[in-house]
């Protein structure tokens, strides 16, 4: 979604915002635009489209851009279609204000009424330049500093942002604030820098400080930052965290596309994800969580689970419900994020509530954990970035480490949450003496065994891009599995649709015959996940029932199956593990799928259209 970056230091401002914006590409945008400026003036350019667009306005219009202070913006319409005028940065009626802003204001069309009737216009659709206004208005009227009249103006606004504004009158300082959508702060020597999240300054420096909900602060050149509350300017410390990101992880490398080397990574973020949490030896399997271990209680003594996600990490969710049931006897429930924080769920102080995110930066999710806070539920969550607005606001939890992930169709974060969900059903069972010891040990082996057995998958990368030929034109596709492999046929119609824009759809193989059928003829493609653990002979039987209506099937079997192998127009063939932890295997296959459907198709399967990378609206 909307990224923001900033600078004010010594440096040409221009470079850093556009290499900045460059590097925030991934998070999904429909325009951009920055600001630099110099004493007492600022050059803006916006354009709608990509960053090379707004690159070659600028180039066009011949203007050398200088400046030691700037802010830029990649917009994720919401109010207002994608172009020019609704780009940011925004501009106050004087011209004096320039800004940029991440979020909703939900209350802009009430403000904006009050504007009007005060003699002030609106070039955007946008609760942006509604915003910049308002405070252009309180700071004359009331003849305020800038950082006394965003203060006040933001204690007037309802909804989620994370602003920078300047003045043009006083281009050494730029005011940033947050509520509800992320935006951190690099300190480096003599300099600052501003971005959603680290990656646009990683190379710069190290220091970061995340701003909490409810923070602002004020960057003065060659000045220490000034933190404060919003709500009643209390003075904050600033805490500064060492970032540690390896750089090369933010490089396509050899690869063309992030998504594809994501999909490659997954062995090794998988072994990552166990790290120093499955302990294996000859006659010792150990797990350690200490999210887990340090509320061992709450966990043994838990009434419910439920977990909160959306998109594919709500699939992971639904593989969580399957192996968190199975080996913890903890009733376990799923839940759309977006859909629970608008219910009146019924949770309390025994129940538990599992927020799955990669990004930590969700608004649907998070929104959701703080209603299930409210009613003091204990809550764990599951995220990719550390530090994450999420990951920020639970009680316990657990990183995937599966490294930053830039590709916006998500992939190794996915088997990340898997891992890290089986580790916990592990050691929750362990705990709870509901798994059998045996079972137990077979499972940690095995679990030590997958990034070997993916990287196997990941060889017959070929056959599938022939498979991925044959299948290129289709307008529609149905993915079908049963039990644990159910959630894994919705992640993978999800994954097809996010690049390719063809339609799919995910069903559990014995629902087809409620409705689904119906959609059945020779011009429809079935992916069929038939592993030979795991309701084997059903799946058989819902193939028969494909074939008999001339559907086209393109199974997902072990090695040496016989009778799928048989009955299906193409077969994948992957190795085979124990029954719970298919998905694992069964998913790289179908994102190798999307991945190269897209591909074939000319799509852009980094930055999808329409589609952000970290969701912080609702
Ligand atoms: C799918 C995808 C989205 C996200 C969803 C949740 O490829 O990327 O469906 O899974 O927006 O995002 P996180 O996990 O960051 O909360």
């Known amino acids: 979604m909307c990224g923001i970056i900033g600078y004010l230091g010594y440096r040409n401002a221009y470079p850093i915002l556009i290499e900045g914006l460059k590097k925030l590409e991934y998070r999904g945008y429909d325009s951009s635009g920055i600001s630099v400026f110099f004493k007492n003036g600022y050059n803006l350019y916006k354009s709608k489209g990509k960053i090379s667009e707004l690159e070659n306005k600028i180039y066009s219009s011949g203007i050398i851009i200088k400046g030691n202070t700037g802010i830029g913006h990649t917009r994720w319409a919401t109010h207002g279609s994608t172009d020019d005028i609704n780009a940011h940065p925004h501009v106050s009626n004087s011209n004096d204000l320039v800004m940029i802003h991440n979020g909703i204001i939900e209350n802009y ?145 050899e690869y063309k596309h992030f998504m594809l080397k994501e999909i490659y990574d997954q062995p090794k973020t998988i072994l990552d994800t166990l790290r120093g949490r499955l302990l294996i030896s000859s006659n010792e399997k150990t797990i350690h969580i200490s999210g887990i271990e340090s509320n061992k209680e709450k966990f043994i003594n838990a009434k419910s689970i439920t977990i909160i996600a959306c998109g594919t990490s709500w699939h992971s969710g639904l593989i969580g419900e399957y192996l968190l049931e199975k080996f913890t006897r903890i009733p376990v429930e799923v839940e759309y994020a977006s859909e629970f924080r608008y219910r009146d769920p019924i949770i309390g102080k025994k129940d538990i ?55 916006v169709a998500s992939t190794k974060a996915f088997t990340g949450q898997i891992t890290v969900l089986m580790l916990m ?136 199956d016989v009778q799928v192998n048989m009955l299906a127009d193409h077969v994948i063939k992957i190795p085979s593990t124990h029954e719970y932890l298919c998905p694992l295997i069964t998913v790289i296959p179908l994102q190798l799928l999307a991945y190269q459907i897209a591909c074939i198709r000319g799509e852009n399967v980094d930055q999808p259209r329409n589609l952000a990378k970290s969701v912080t609206v609702e």
């Open 109 to 253: 069309h009430a403000i904006k009424i009050i504007l009007l009737n005060n003699g002030f216009t609106f070039k955007s659709k946008t609760d942006t330049e509604v915003l910049v206004n308002l405070i252009e208005y309180i700071k004359s009227e009331n003849k305020l500093s800038l950082e006394e009249a965003v203060r006040i103006s933001l204690n007037e606004v309802i909804g989620a942002y994370s602003i920078a504004i300047v003045d043009k009158s006083n281009p050494e300082t730029i005011i940033i604030a947050k509520l509800g959508s992320p935006i951190t702060i690099g300190v480096g020597n003599k300099e600052f820098f501003i971005a959603s999240d680290p990656i646009p300054f990683a190379q710069y420096t190290k220091n970061v400080i995340y701003l909490r909900d409810g923070e602002m602060a004020i960057l003065r050149k060659n000045k220490n930052l000034d933190l404060r509350k919003i709500i009643n300017n209390n003075k904050l410390n600033p805490i500064i965290k060492k970032l540690k990101i390896n750089l090369k992880e933010i490089e396509k490398g």
């Open 425 to 560: 059903a592990l050691k929750i069972g362990i705990y709870k003496s509901t798994i059998d010891n045996k079972l137990y040990k077979r499972l940690c082996k095995e679990l030590n065994n997958i990034p070997y057995k993916i990287s196997k998958v990941l060889k017959i990368h070929n056959y599938i891009k022939k498979i991925s030929k044959i299948y290129c034109e289709e307008n529609n596709f149905l993915y079908l599995g049963r039990g644990i492999n159910f959630p894994v046929a919705l992640e993978g119609a999800l994954k097809l649709k996010e690049v390719s824009y063809i339609h799919a759809e995910g069903f559990p193989a014995a629902e087809m015959k409620h409705g689904p059928i119906a959609l059945i003829d020779d011009n429809m493609p079935v992916i069929v996940i038939a592993p030979i653990k795991g309701f084997y002979e059903k799946i058989v039987s819902n193939i028969q029932e494909i074939k008999a209506r001339k559907g086209k099937i393109i199974a997902i079997i072990n090695e040496g």
């Open 353 to 407: 509530i599992i927020a799955i995110s990669q990004s930590g930066e969700t608004a649907d999710t998070l929104s959701a954990l703080k209603l299930a806070k409210s009613k003091g539920a204990f809550i764990f969550g599951i995220c990719n970035i550390a530090g994450s607005s999420i990951a920020r606001n639970v009680d316990a939890g657990a990183y995937t480490h599966a490294g930053p992930e830039i590709g």
